[in-house]
C-alpha cells in the first residue's frame, strides 16, 4: 500500500488518506449497503429472508492476512456468515463479447471464503456445534447479482478456470465445500475469531505468513490458512485449523497474479443479529513503481 515518493510530494494529504481509508476499509463507488459500516457490521434483518452485503476496498492487492471476529456468539447462534473476497476483478474473459474488445465489463470474477458460527445449519439443515468454512470461485457476477443468492451462479457449477470464462452467464467452482473447523472455541468475552492468511505462490514471493511450506507449489497458486490464533506471533503458538491450495487450473495464473480489489462480505440470517468486523492485518500489495 506505500505510495511513491513523487505521488506523496504532489498529493501528500489525498495520498494518505486514500491508504488509510483503504486500510479500514474504503469502499468502491459501486457499493451500495447499510449493513457493513467501515470494517463493523452490525446489523439486525427484520427481513423473511438472508440479507447479504459487501463492501470492497479502493486499492489492489494480491492477498490478505486478516482477521474476522464474530460477536455474541452462543451454541445455536446460527446469526449468519462473514467472509471475504479476494481476486475480485472485471471479468474481460469471453471471447468476442463487447466487453472483451472494449476491455469494460459490468460483470465480475473473484474467490470468496464464509465462515459461519455455532449452531448453522446445513445443507440438509443439521446444526452443528462447531465453526465452518468454504471456499468458492464465481464467475461472470453482475454488479446487480453481488447481493444476490449464491452471487446469482444458483447450481451452476464448473470445475475450471476456463470452464468459467468460456460462459457469459454467472457460475461457481466449489473450491472447498462447508467443512468443519475443529478446536477452536467461544471467547469468554463471547467473540469466535479467525485470522484468514490469502497469498499467491510464485517465485521469491514474499507474501504469507507460512509461504516457506508452500515455495513447491506451482506458480500461481493460491493459499488460504486459516488460525485459531494470531499467525504473526512465534511459530510455536500458530494454531493452524485448515489449510487450503487452490491449483492453477481454478486461479487462472501461471506464474505471478495480477493485483486485485479485495472486499468484505457477510449475510444475516431472518429475524437475526449479525454483530463482528474485519481487521486487515497484512497488505499483500507491491510499492507503485514510478520512474525518477
Keep these: 500500500m506505500k505510495l511513491s515518493k513523487k505521488l506523496i510530494a504532489a498529493f501528500s494529504v489525498a495520498a494518505m488518506l486514500v491508504t488509510a481509508m483503504s486500510v479500514t476499509g474504503c469502499k468502491k463507488e459501486d457499493d451500495d449497503d447499510n449493513a457493513i459500516d467501515g470494517n463493523v457490521i452490525n446489523y439486525t ?130 473450491v472447498q465445500k462447508w467443512t468443519l473447523l475443529n478446536d477452536v472455541a467461544i471467547a469468554s468475552d463471547k467473540t469466535l475469531t479467525f485470522w484468514v492468511d490469502i497469498y499467491p505462490v510464485y517465485s521469491n514471493s514474499p507474501y504469507g505468513v507460512n509461504i516457506g511450506n508452500h515455495r513447491d507449489a506451482a506458480p500461481g497458486t493460491f493459499v488460504v490458512d486459516i488460525y485459531g490464533e494470531d499467525p504473526t506471533t512465534t511459530a510455536t503458538t500458530r494454531k493452524l485449523l485448515n489449510s487450503v491450495t487452490i491449483d492453477t487450473s481454478v486461479t487462472g495464473y501461471t506464474a505471478k497474479p495480477e493485483q486485485a480489489y479485495l472486499a468484505k462480505y457477510a449475510n444475516v440470517q431472518p429475524g437475526k443479529t449479525l454483530s463482528g468486523n474485519w481487521k486487515f492485518m497484512k497488505d499483500y500489495a507491491e510499492d507503485e513503481v514510478v520512474e525518477e
Design 45 to 174: 434483518n427484520t427481513s423473511g429472508e438472508i440479507y447479504r452485503a459487501y463492501i470492497s476496498t479502493s486499492l489492489k492487492h494480491f492477498g490478505e492476512l486478516v482477521k474476522i471476529t464474530f460477536n455474541n456468539q452462543t451454541a445455536s447462534s446460527h446469526d449468519g456468515v462473514m467472509g471475504f473476497i479476494w481476486d475480485y476483478k472485471e471479468s474481460k474473459s469471453v471471447e468476442g463479447s463487447a466487453a472483451k474488445k472494449n476491455n469494460t465489463s459490468d460483470t465480475y470474477n473473484f474467490f470468496v471464503i464464509g465462515f459461519n458460527g455455532l449452531g448453522n445449519p446445513d445443507e440438509d439443515n443439521t446444526n452443528h456445534d462447531k465453526p465452518r468454512f468454504y471456499i468458492s470461485k464465481y464467475f461472470n457476477v453482475p454488479k446487480g447479482k453481488l447481493k444476490a443468492e449464491n452471487f446469482g451462479a444458483g447450481k451452476n457449477i464448473v470445475e475450471t478456470h476456463a470452464e468459467g470464462i468460456a460462459t457469459s452467464e454467472p457460475r461457481e467452482k466449489v
